[in-house]
């Protein structure tokens, strides 16, 4: 007998599911974006030729001095500019966010002086400034305080290279926008983690380097990388204090050779090569602080996935 009005579960019965309909769907046509792909390639097809075939570049000039010694040497004072630089700056960011974010307002108003100086002055007029320190200290010394005995004493012009003065106006610059992101990287973290943290008898010290700044890598890294890119091209403000790096070396050979054209290319060229091998380094670098994140993504996806055939 058939019955009717009763509920499926009452029944006993499940019916069979409907079957998937396939959808034909046609991608609707998008002529503008053929046609501003098309112009677009012609467009960067004319620019190579008209390069590669203009004698005016003197492209073998160009690849003379590409590897040419005096090029490299100014390189290698380029790389190392731009870590000893980056590394001094992080170290400094890190002190100035935590003193930002200390609970004390004469370390919060020292950090904030610090941070407010250095991002409000252009960094062209600091390295200036380092490079001539010797007329406002002509000598530095360690002793008494108040003009008192000094044990040791150097002076400024002998100890302020042009190389000390570059790294000095660099990292003290980056120190001061690395503070900001720092702050924020650490402010990114949940405060649970911390008060859990506390809760099991660790320091504030441990907490923020076991705790807080691992889980903060995530947000500080990407900004991170963007500032060292950035460093490396910021490095050829150094030729106003005569330094040794690329772009100094450069301009040294070109006023002997009077090939500036070709010579700001090679430099160009070093630039494009280091910015490149920094990008690539700074993609697996995000991938490494990224694993625990994607991995909590792909178990949420996973359990979020619907039921298969079968399941009730």
């Known amino acids: ?16 599911p409907e079957p998937h309909l396939p959808i034909d769907a046609i991608r609707p046509p998008r002529p503008g974006r053929w046609v501003a792909a098309a112009v677009a390639v012609l467009a960067m097809v004319w620019l190579l030729y008209t390069i ?37 700056g992080l170290a400094l960011g890190i002190l100035a966010a935590v003193m930002q974010l200390s609970g004390s307002p004469v370390l919060r108003a020292a950090s904030g002086l610090y941070t407010w100086f250095f991002r409000g002055t252009p960094l062209l007029v600091q390295l200036i400034f380092w490079f001539n320190i010797g007329l406002v200290f002509p000598s530095f010394g360690i002793g008494v305080p108040f003009d008192g005995p ?37 402010r990114s973290v949940d405060p649970g983690q911390r008060e859990a943290a506390e809760a099991l008898g660790m320091t504030h010290r441990q907490v923020l380097r076991r705790v807080v700044l691992p889980q903060a890598m995530r947000v500080i890294i990407p900004p991170t990388g963007n500032q060292f890119i950035s460093m490396l091209k910021t490095t050829s403000m150094v030729s106003v204090i005569a330094g ?28 494009i090569v280091l910015t490149t091998i920094a990008s690539v380094g700074q993609h697996f670098i995000e991938k490494r602080f990224e694993r625990g994140h994607h991995a909590l993504r792909t178990r949420v996806r996973r359990n979020l996935r619907p039921f298969g055939k079968g399941s009730v």
């Not at 007998?1 to 069979?16: H, I, L, N």
């Not at 000094?150 to 120190?175: D, V």
């Not at 790096?245 to 090939?259: A, H, K, P």
């Open 244 to 271: 040794a790096e690329l772009l100094t070396v450069s301009q040294r050979i070109y006023l002997g050779n009077f090939e500036v054209i070709a010579m700001l290319i090679v430099a160009s060229v070093w630039y």
């Open 52 to 88: 590669i075939v203009n004698e005016n570049l003197h492209w073998d000039v160009i690849a003379e001095y590409l590897t040419d010694g005096r090029i490299l040497g100014g390189l290698w004072v380029t790389i190392q500019l731009t870590v000893l630089s980056m590394v001094i």
């Open 1 to 16: 007998m058939e019955v009717t009005g009763v509920p499926e579960a009452a029944t006993g019965t499940r019916t069979a």
């Open 150 to 186: 000094k044990l040791i004493e150097w002076q400024a012009n002998e100890l302020i290279t042009p190389f000390t003065a570059a790294l000095l106006g660099l990292a003290i610059n980056e120190g001061a926008y690395m503070a900001e992101i720092v702050r924020a990287g650490i």
